[in-house]
């Protein structure tokens, strides 16, 4: 009697650790060929037949459809260059260059997914409508209050995520390096 209780109490540990482990996984994402270069992190095999079987988990999971390695990749930052979690009370500045894309476009994310809500409707920008300097660079400022130029409102969220899409890009797997991939810099530069 007692073998089968301590036979039973292993199963069911197991099955709770299998469980947990699972969804943490799903919930929380693995960084299995995971790209980072400076706070942005895409995962440039979720668009083939080679994604490892957590990040498969993953995109079903979250309903994702993800962009096609030929088509492009997508870059995600839920923090600064600092590593400080990107607050919807603070103004983060996204600034520099893109790596050579077609088209990209920058969008506003909360941390479940869903496009930020704000009273003007804009949830990011596209490369052919964002104000650029002469050297080709760009500035956008993400803040819950108006601010001149480029502006992403937050509606003062606590935390959110950015989403670049590169599309019809040379970046993807073989893609290591800022020199490879120059990407803009996020910095907070005020924060009550």
């Known amino acids: 009697m ?11 540990l197991a099955t709770v650790v299998g469980v947990g482990a699972t969804w943490m996984t799903t919930t929380r994402g693995t960084d299995i060929g995971a790209l ?20 498969r988990a993953t995109i079903v999971r979250n309903g994702e459809l993800p962009i096609g390695t030929g088509d492009g990749v997508a870059f995600t930052a839920t923090t600064d260059d600092k590593k400080k979690a990107l ?3 603070c103004d983060v500045v996204v600034s520099g260059v893109t790596p050579p894309a077609r088209f990209w476009t920058l969008t506003l994310y909360d941390r479940k997914g869903h496009l930020v809500a704000n009273a003007l409707q804009r949830y990011g920008f596209t490369s052919q409508e ?5 050297d080709g660079s760009f500035e956008i400022r993400i803040a ?3 601010r001149a130029g480029n502006w992403l409102p937050t509606g003062g969220i606590e935390r959110y995520a950015l989403m670049l899409r590169l599309y019809d890009t040379p ?22």
């Open 2 to 12: 007692r073998l089968i209780l301590i036979t039973l109490t292993a199963l069911v």
């Open 36 to 55: 980072t270069i400076g706070a942005w992190t895409a995962r440039p095999r979720t668009g083939t037949a080679d994604v490892d079987p957590y990040s």
């Open 87 to 89: 607050d919807g009370r």
């Open 130 to 134: 964002i104000l650029r300097q002469s």
């Open 144 to 146: 819950s209050r108006s």
């Open 171 to 192: 970046v993807g797997v073989a893609t290591r390096t800022q020199r490879d991939a120059p990407m803009p810099t996020i910095s907070t530069v005020n924060c009550p």
